[in-house]
């Protein structure tokens, strides 16, 4: 599975942007998609992620009503739409994706072996 992010860029405080992932290589129907994020220095941290063949969808509490994932299945796409964006917001973010994970593993970055390469959001405040 390749996975391309992009749509990262600079925004303003109370901004909004919207992530893209093109997954292209294999049928994903069973698999989970997810977004992490990595702020200059500090470890890289879940932020979202969704069962490619379901709607129940995961996020950490600091981004819950303000982030939204959804994919589109015609497409092989999986975005991130960033809405209220705050500065502590700004790291680089990374789509990533595996076939076999269990709920309870969801939110471990181990858990993936698909990475897209990051895409630098950057929220001035």
């Known amino acids: 599975v390749q996975l391309q992010a992009s749509g990262g860029g600079l925004v303003q405080a109370g901004g909004s942007l919207r992530l893209s992932c093109a997954a292209s290589g294999r049928t994903l129907s069973s698999y989970v998609m997810g977004w992490f994020r990595q702020a200059p220095g500090k470890e890289r941290e879940f932020v979202a992620a969704v069962r490619w063949n379901s709607r129940i969808t995961y996020y950490t509490d600091s981004v819950k009503g303000r982030f939204t994932i959804s994919r589109d299945n015609t497409k092989n796409m999986v975005y991130l739409q960033m809405n209220s964006l705050k500065a502590e917001d700004t790291a680089v973010y990374y789509c990533?994706?595996?076939?076999?994970?269990?709920?309870?593993?969801?939110?471990?970055?181990?858990?993936?072996?698909?990475w897209g390469q990051g895409t630098q959001v950057t929220v001035s405040s």
């Open positions: 990533a994706a595996d076939p076999r994970i269990i709920m309870t593993m969801i939110r471990l970055s181990s858990s993936y072996d698909y």
